[in-house]
């Protein structure tokens, strides 16, 4: 079992940054994939970001590439979510989610740990 607690989310403005930050329990996490997804009200969770167990691979959705960058540190069970020039159309409440593989997926039903979400808000 891989307890997941997410941190950073809030309020600023357009054009600003965040950094969540989700640290996970348990001896096992460098052996997992983990991922970011968001939520916005009347809509369907969808992918943000992934990395895989090692850290070497990532892939992002179209809509953060070359904003949002993921990372990890797996000596200290964290993995990042580093949000630069926000939109009002990032707000979202954003999940982080755990992988028992060490590749990543785009699916959130191919994760396997989630945890209870961070709200982050874009004002305009």
Do not use: H
């Not at 939520?39 to 969770?45: L, M, Y």
């Not at 797996?74 to 593989?101: G, I």
């Amino acid at each position: 079992q891989v307890q997941l607690v997410e941190s950073g989310g809030g309020l600023v403005q357009a054009g600003g940054s965040l950094n969540l930050s989700c640290a996970a329990s348990g001896r096992t996490f460098s052996t997992y994939a983990m991922g970011w997804f968001r939520q916005a009200p009347g809509k369907e969770r969808e992918f943000v970001a992934a990395i895989s167990s090692s850290g070497a691979r990532t892939n992002y959705a179209d809509s953060v590439k070359g904003r949002f960058t993921i990372s990890r540190d797996n000596a200290k069970n964290t993995v990042y979510l580093q949000m630069n020039s926000l939109k009002p159309e990032d707000t979202a409440v954003y999940y982080c989610a755990a992988r028992r593989f060490t590749l990543t997926a785009v699916v959130p039903a191919q994760y396997d740990y989630w945890g209870q979400g961070t709200q982050v808000t874009v004002s305009s």
